[in-house]
Each structure stands twice: as C-alpha cells, then as structure tokens.
C-alpha cells in the first residue's frame, strides 16, 4: 500500500506530509510503516536530516496508527523525541500504540536508516476528535 505518492496517508490527507515528501508503505499488525527519501530540503547545517523533518515523521507515524486505532482523527497533545544519530539517505518510521483509552491514546515511534540504525525514537499522547470514520474509508491491515 503505497500511499503517500496519491497525497494520502493511510486515507488521510495531511498536506505537510505531501510537501515533506512522506509516503505511506503499509499498516500491519498494529504498526505503520513510512519512508522519506532525504533530499537537500531536509538538511540542516550539518547536512544531515534536520531535527524537523524527524519529528514530522515520528508525528505522523503515530499519529496514522493513532487514528487508524481510534476510528477518526486525533490531535497531538504531547510528544517528547529524543535524536540518537545522524540522518542520511532514506528514512524509515514505524509507529504502533502502546495503549489505547477512550479518550487518549500513548504512541512510540523510530526513525532508522536503511541499513537499521536508529536516528530517533519518540513517545506521544493522541487525542481523538471528531466523528467516527466510516469503516469502508478505514485501509484494512495486511
């Protein structure tokens, strides 16, 4: 399920991620998968992937299983992110939830290189809003 090429993220349409270059790869076993392709946008002085475009990502990939747990969209309410090296290439997040209440979810995420380093982790709270989407706009697992 490559998404993130039609301007969706798992049926969701985030225009950030679209200008950011994000593409959705899968939902599977509770889990979403996304790449980014580094280009020269995403670097900050040092020429590495900048601190924004990583927390975008761990953002996103929790935030897409959030709302995929939840039935509708959800609303970041905290996120803490912590770097642990450089960003090169192409990048790949996975994002699950840890815990799921009615009101709130709690999501972690990683950012690794393709070669499996991990650049950064992060850990969210998720707040649904809204109504209820419906199930046929919902991508199943695979």
Same mark, same amino acid.
């Given at each position: 399920?490559?998404?993130?090429?039609?301007?969706?993220?798992?049926?969701? %349409?985030?225009?950030?991620?679209?200008?950011?270059?994000? %593409?959705?790869?899968?939902?599977?076993?509770?889990?979403?998968?996304?790449?980014?392709v580094l280009g020269? %946008?995403?670097?900050n002085n040092l020429g590495i992937a900048h601190g924004g475009v990583l927390c975008?990502?761990?953002?996103?990939?929790?935030?897409?299983v959030a709302r995929l747990t939840a039935g509708r969209p959800v609303v970041t309410l905290d996120m803490q992110t912590?770097?642990?090296?450089?960003?090169?290439?192409?990048?790949l997040a996975e994002g699950r939830v840890v815990r799921a209440g009615q009101s709130i979810l709690f999501?972690?995420?990683?950012v690794r290189g393709e070669a499996g380093?991990?650049?950064?982790?992060?850990?969210?709270?998720?707040?649904?809003?809204?109504?209820r989407e419906p199930a046929s706009r919902r991508p199943g697992e695979s």
């Open positions: 399920m490559d998404e993130g090429q039609g301007g969706t993220i798992f049926g969701a %349409e985030i225009p950030f991620a679209r200008l950011c270059g994000v %593409e959705a790869l899968r939902f599977e076993n509770g889990r979403t998968h996304l790449r980014l020269p %946008e995403h670097a975008t990502l761990l953002d996103i990939a929790m935030g897409t912590r770097f642990l090296s450089p960003g090169r290439g192409v990048l999501c972690d995420a990683e380093t991990l650049v950064a982790s992060a850990s969210g709270v998720f707040k649904p809003t809204g109504l």
